[in-house]
């Protein structure tokens, strides 16, 4: 259009600058992407309206950043893929952020619609293969689509349950121009305030009356801000908490109504146990992890899709602050359960100290749970710690302490190989008051095992300790245990990723003896940089695990 066609006030901007504006004016500040020429408008934008790009080295980062973000801020991440192989690259963290409900924007570069079918270079219809792992999925049909499409992406990811949402721009009309939109913020849901579930008189009644109540609380409760709600209810009603996922820290773990290693007695013992916001898939053993007679209240910000594995007694969806709230006010007043709370404590302590010897073995190379122990003596109440493996990461969720929300990020249920420097990238852009600490598997640690370049290049000081047994033992002691051998299952003995990192331009150290840990982590944490703390664990030790693939 030429300026003399304008409508008079009208400002023209291209359609790149239009996606920035939209997103500056909801409160994104960082776009995590690699560059492809499909891009170029956005950044252009981006530049423009003064966010931040973090440009790593492979798409599966990005997206996976888009995600940490979300679970470090609890605000939309937004990532930028390339035409093609850029989106195909960021699959499995749109398909993890839609299991783990967190709310992200992927835009997508697309080939130009004017072209479309004739074989433009990466030339792909994106949307119906994003659309099953996304809320949203949507091409801009014009220049003046883009505004709206932006918002309507952003709102969908953050309307419970949160999730991904995509939307791509064709070459031609993200380069073109059209109208500047609306400097304002557009309306987005929040699930802080959702109001409270309809009905909670019955479940209240049940968790009244509850002599052994017990609470299981996942991700979800992080989402809908549900943190001080849940603590008022367990002081005020006396009630345990077992948390996973992004719940962890949403009661600290020294808080007196906080058990761990209790669960399985709890549990099982507990007449009616309220399920927050994680659904009751493998880690509750599609229900089975509950005793035969225990009630189940499920109470989670939207109805889910699908029905539950375990006919629940109640259900009550809506705001989790709000309906924790309400539980709170309408069910006091119940038995005294002070019986009940120590006799799981009694479990839990006898548990920890049968942890003992593991956590003060001495042996070299060393025992996953004596790197922990270290670990444990040196990480603040607010480091952030993602962990990315397979049984050193077991091993972690089994014996670390978190203590304040958006603190422990694990891959969730998708359990994808590979999110965690994506995550850790993204923790320590959003949180740079805080240490970001990633635990690695060696195995995890080829997946995105470059993206140490990404944080020596944007100066994020991410301290990683690395369980390097040689192995995939999450998978080598499953399958010698069904067949009596392994395939597929080694990797090379004491390779040196430290050296690797060194050489990216961080700080790398060896540990092979269980003294020599604690000062390695001191000098990582003191260099300043991006470490690789690689710790040579014994590949002989077995998570003792029960199987959960089905
Ligand atoms: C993308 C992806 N590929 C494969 C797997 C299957 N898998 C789960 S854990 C694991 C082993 C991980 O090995 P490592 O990171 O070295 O940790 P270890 O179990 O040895 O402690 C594998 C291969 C997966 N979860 N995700
Ligand atoms: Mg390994």
């Known amino acids: 259009m030429s300026a003399g066609a304008q409508a008079p006030g009208s400002t023209q901007v291209h359609g790149g600058r239009i996606v920035a504006k939209r997103l500056a004016a909801n409160g994104v500040s960082k776009l995590f992407t690699l560059s492809g020429g499909h891009l170029f408008s956005i950044y252009d934008g981006c530049r423009e309206e003064g966010i931040d790009l973090v440009d790593v080295r492979h798409e599966q980062a990005a997206a996976f950043a888009a995600e940490g973000w979300a679970k470090a801020t609890r605000t939309p991440g937004v990532c930028a ?28 570069g697309r080939a130009p619609a004017m072209r479309w079918g004739q074989g433009s270079l990466q030339e792909i219809d994106h949307v119906p293969f994003v659309a099953p792992v996304t809320k949203l999925a949507r091409t801009a049909g014009a220049t003046a689509d883009i505004a709206g499409l932006v918002d309507e992406a952003l709102a969908a ?19 073109m121009e059209g109208e500047a939109p609306d400097e304002g913020a557009a309306t987005l849901p929040d699930p802080a305030s959702l109001p409270a579930a309809p009905d909670v008189a ?40 077992f948390l996973n996922g992004l719940a962890r820290g949403c009661v600290p773990a020294d808080h007196e109504c906080f058990f761990s290693r209790a669960r399985g007695t709890a549990l099982k013992g507990a007449d009616v146990a309220l399920v927050i916001g994680v659904p009751m898939d493998f880690r509750l ?25 375990r006919q629940p007694a109640a259900e009550l969806y809506g705001g989790i602050a709000a309906t924790l709230d309400a539980l709170r006010e309408e069910a006091a007043g119940g038995p005294d359960r002070s019986g009940w709370l120590s006799s799981l404590r009694e479990a839990e302590n006898e548990k920890r100290a049968a942890e003992r010897d593991d956590l003060a073995d001495s042996r070299s190379p060393l025992h996953p749970m004596r790197v922990y122990a270290e670990l444990q003596k040196v990480i603040d109440r607010d480091t952030i710690v993602i962990g990315d493996g397979g049984d050193f990461v077991s091993y972690a969720g089994r014996v670390m302490e978190t203590y304040e929300p958006g603190c422990w990020m694990d891959p969730g249920p998708y359990g994808c190989l590979g999110s965690g420097p994506g995550y850790a990238i993204a923790a320590a852009v959003a949180r740079p008051d805080r240490r970001t600490l990633l635990l690695l ?31 995939w033992a999450l998978e080598k002691h499953p399958m010698e245990f069904l067949y009596g051998y392994s395939v597929a299952a080694e990797l090379q ?18 540990v092979r003896q269980p003294d020599e840990l604690a000062p390695a982590l001191e000098r990582a944490f003191a260099s300043g940089k991006p470490a690789l703390v690689n710790v040579l664990t014994d590949p002989d030790v077995a998570y003792p695990r029960k199987a959960n693939l089905a």
């Open 81 to 108: 893929l390339t035409a093609g192989p850029g989106v195909t690259n960021g699959m499995s963290a749109m398909a993890s952020a839609l299991m783990n409900s967190s709310p992200m924007v992927v835009l997508g």
């Open 157 to 175: 990811a953050l309307e419970a349950p949160g999730g991904p949402a995509f939307v791509d721009f064709p070459l031609d009309q993200v380069f």
């Open 202 to 241: 019955e479940a209240a009644e049940q968790l009244r009356s509850a002599e052994r109540p017990a609470i299981m609380a996942g991700t979800g409760l992080y989402w809908g801000h549900g943190e001080v709600a849940l603590r008022r209810l367990c002081e005020e009603l006396r009630i345990p908490v």
């Open 285 to 309: 053993g599609f229900g089975g992890s509950f005793g035969d007679d225990t009630q189940i209240v499920v109470i989670g910000s939207a109805e889910p899709g699908k029905p539950h594995p």
């Open 441 to 471: 598997g060696d195995g995890a640690f080829g997946f995105s095992g470059l993206e140490f370049d990404t944080m020596v290049r944007h100066g994020l000081p991410v301290v990683a300790v690395m369980g390097n047994n040689g192995i």
């Open 493 to 510: 003995p004491e390779l040196r990723y430290d050296r690797v990192v060194e050489d990216l331009g961080g700080h790398g150290e060896l």
